[in-house]
Structures are given as C-alpha cells and as structure tokens.
C-alpha cells in the first residue's frame, strides 16, 4: 500500500459572497418595516443618494392569466387605479413573540450594535420559537464577527419564553431546565441522550444507561413533559403592528392583476449635486470620499431594484401556481414548496425563501403571509395531493357542524376524510386539530 501525497486538478465551483451580493441577500429578506429603516439609515450617513421624488410606473410581465404593475406617488404608496387611497392596512391586536422580544431587548439596555444584530435574528424564529439561521450565516449577512452574533443569540436565549431562539428541541428543553431552581437533577442527562427513549417510553433503558432506578427515572420525564417544546406557540402569529402587504393581487375583468407596493421597497436615486462636485472637485479628499459614498449608493440602489424586480417574479410565480385559491379559497389551495417556484422561476430555493420571509400579499380575500401558500401535500385516492391548509379547513368544517353532544372524536374525523378520499392518520388529525386551537372531542362535548 503506497501512501503519500498528490496533486489533483479539477474544476469546482464556489460562490463569492461579495459584499454587494451580502447586501442584496440582506435587503431582499428584510420585512417593508425594517427595510424603510435601514434605508433611513443609510440615508443619513451617505449624502450621495436621495429619495425619488415622484414617480409614476407600469411593468408588465404576462403569464397564464396574470400581471404585474408597479405604481408610486411622492409618498411611495403603491396606487391602484380603481381605489385612489392605495393598499388597505391590516392592524392585529395580538402581540407576536417577535415584538415581545425586542421589547424586552430595548428594556436591556444593550449595544446599539448587538441589538441590530438580535433584531435580526428576532425576525429568523420560526412560529415554534426556534432559530432557523446559524451563526455564521447570520454573520455573513450582517457583516459582523461570529462571536458577536453568539453574544446575540445568547442574549434572546435569556429573555423569556424561557428556551426561545434554540437550534433544536434539545437546546429548548435544556434551556428551559437551567433556568429552572427546582429542576430534576436527571432532566438534562436524559434530555442530553434520551429522548427517543422518553418518546418511546423505554425508560429501563434510560434507567441502565444511568444507573438510576425506575421510579427516578418516571419522576425526570415527568417533570420533562412539563416543559414547553414550543415556547412561540402561544403568541399570535400576525404582526401586533400595522402590516403593509408587498403586493396586492385584483381581479379586473377575470385577469389576476399584481400591484406592487412600492412602499415596501423604497426608490431611491443618485444625489445630481454630490455626483457632479465627485468628479469636478479639486480636493482629492473630497473625490475619495464622495467616489467611496457614490459606489456604496449604487450598490444599495441596485439591491432595491433587483428586491422589486424579484419579489415581482416570485409573488407573480405563486399567484399563477395558486390560481384555484384565489377562485375557490381554501379548499383550491394546493401543496407547494419552494422548489416549486424555484424551478418555475430559475432561482435558486434559498433566493426564493429570503423572498417570502416576511412578506404579505393582499388578496381579495384579506392579506396573507407569502409562507401560507407554502404547504405539504397529503395523499388523496384521486392521486392529486391536498395541501395540509385545505386539509385543516376540513377539519375545521367537521367539528364546527358536529354534534356537540357527542363530538367527533380524532379517528372518527380521520375516517370523514377517508371517505371522502384523503387518507391521513388519526395522529395526523391530532396534530392538524391542536394546530386550529382546537380542543379534544372530550373538551368540546356540552352536557
């Protein structure tokens, strides 16, 4: 056997992550509200670029049976030409785990450096309360060292919920336990390495794996299931603030219009003055840093544009897939994934998931998050799958037309839809059911 060393050449690929394509990643997944100010910002510090003044476009871009506009005034509101006061604004009352954490962030008295960066990460929960972006993927995005993003992370993790922004159900368990006084003493051993074993109930084996008896061992997972593995869950899943939809889709004449909402993606423009007295000024101080100034405008420039022109693709691309939504509601919504759109569209799927993150789309129907019309696929005896949303409406229509004398229990609901062609486990149905807030049939009998 021969051993030692060797050169081989080939070819790979490798992506630059350049500032500029940093940037752009950034101002494309930014929610309309953190958008306009982080564009306040850079306004501030760079004197080289300017907001439009007024402006007044159309784009079109066909598909089957769909268009997309694109029209401001002097304020940046997006104007349609039926409804003269723009898009309608949508107020919840509820207050989200999002705003409930950067309310407490302001509370700590932090760097103003460390809460830009948390209020970033605030905005990557997922609705459980689980941090869905490494930190060196956040770094990247943000610019900023790893280890200040870790000092982030660790300061969400010890706000409350107790265990919000853990990577995995591991860490929000454990979380939840150190904060805990009167924890278990074998809860974070068992969380550590057992928990199929505690799904599966097999504590003999968890008993001999640490040496203690049964009856310590019932005691910990008791104590286990107490915590909460889904410390986001009980906050509401709409903005407590005024929401601004991306878009807006109308139906003129049986053709589904897009209109897109330049509110949410702020026009700006190179300063005429700052550009000529670049290249007309004798101090070459003054040319280096408005140069400098000037190239940082183009660049934020570009990223806006290529935000608008990609939202227009990707909200378009779901408009036309999703059709049968928009004429039957609910029960037309069909399963969809980001491949989906990301094959429709050329691009490639994290693109399309920075596009949707956070944004809304105003339906004839009301306004929905973008992430809504992206669901599993359930299997159905016709062979198209239903999407887990149409799914859930079912179930709803079940149990609101059941007999609240004797309700539909899980498996009864389960063999409904059986029989109406979806098949689904009794679990499933659980699942879909607690998702709804939505109690067991023993919760919802009346005697």
């Not at 030692?4 to 394509?21: A, D, E, F, I, R």
């Not at 694109?70 to 006061?85: F, L, T």
């Not at 941090?131 to 993790?157: D, F, K, N």
């Not at 505690?198 to 910990?220: C, T």
Request: proline share 4%.
């Amino acid at each position: 056997m021969w051993v030692g060393q060797s050169q081989v050449q080939g070819l790979y690929t490798k992506l630059n992550m350049t500032p500029q394509l940093i940037q752009a990643m950034n101002v494309l997944q930014m929610a309309a509200a953190d958008l306009e100010l982080y564009v306040r910002d850079q306004l501030e510090g760079n004197p080289c670029m300017e907001p439009m003044e007024t402006v007044e476009s159309a784009e079109y871009s066909r598909g089957s049976g769909s268009r997309s506009r694109s029209r401001s005034d002097s304020g940046g509101r997006a104007r349609n030409p039926d409804r003269d006061e723009g898009l309608e604004q949508v107020c919840a009352p509820e207050e989200t785990l999002e705003l409930s954490l950067l309310g407490q962030l302001r509370m700590s008295g932090m760097a103003d450096d460390l809460y830009r960066i948390a209020r970033y990460l605030a905005g990557n929960l997922d609705e459980s309360g689980y941090l869905r972006i490494g930190a060196e993927e956040a770094a990247a995005c943000l610019r900023e060292p790893v280890r200040r993003v870790e000092e982030a992370i660790a300061a969400l993790q010890s706000l409350e919920p107790a265990g919000v922004a853990a990577a995995t159900l591991q860490q929000c368990l454990r979380l939840q336990i150190e904060r805990d006084c009167y924890a278990n003493e074998h809860a974070i051993p068992i969380v550590n390495g057992y928990l199929q074993e505690v799904a599966s109930g097999s504590y003999r084996r968890i008993s001999g794996g640490l040496g203690i008896g049964i009856a310590e061992v019932e005691a910990a997972v008791a104590y286990i299931r107490t915590l909460n593995p889904r410390p986001g869950a009980g906050y509401s899943r709409d903005s407590g603030t005024i929401i601004v939809p991306d878009a807006e889709v109308r139906n003129v004449g049986g053709d589904y219009v897009l209109y897109l909402n330049d509110r949410s993606t702020p026009s700006l423009r190179l300063s005429p003055y700052y550009k000529r007295l670049a290249y007309n000024s004798r101090d070459m101080r003054t040319k280096v840093y408005l140069r400098d100034h000037l190239q940082a405008a183009r660049s934020l420039i570009r990223s806006l544009e290529q935000r608008k022109a990609t939202l227009s693709r990707v909200i378009g691309a779901i408009v036309e897939e999703q059709r049968a939504f928009l004429e039957r509601g609910v029960d037309g919504l069909k399963p969809m994934s980001l491949r989906t759109i990301a094959e429709r569209l050329q691009l490639h799927e994290s693109t399309v998931s920075r596009a949707v993150q956070h944004k809304f789309v105003q339906l004839p129907g009301g306004v929905y998050a973008l992430k809504f019309f992206f669901t599993n696929g359930l299997p159905t005896s016709g062979g198209i799958p239903a999407s887990a949303e149409a799914v859930k409406a079912k179930i709803r229509r079940l149990i609101d037309g059941e007999n609240k004398a004797a309700p539909l229990s899980d498996q009864q609901i389960a063999d409904l839809l059986a029989a109406d062609g979806l098949r689904i486990s009794r679990r499933t149905v659980m699942k879909y059911r607690e998702e709804l807030r939505l109690g067991s049939s023993r919760q919802r009998a009346r005697r």
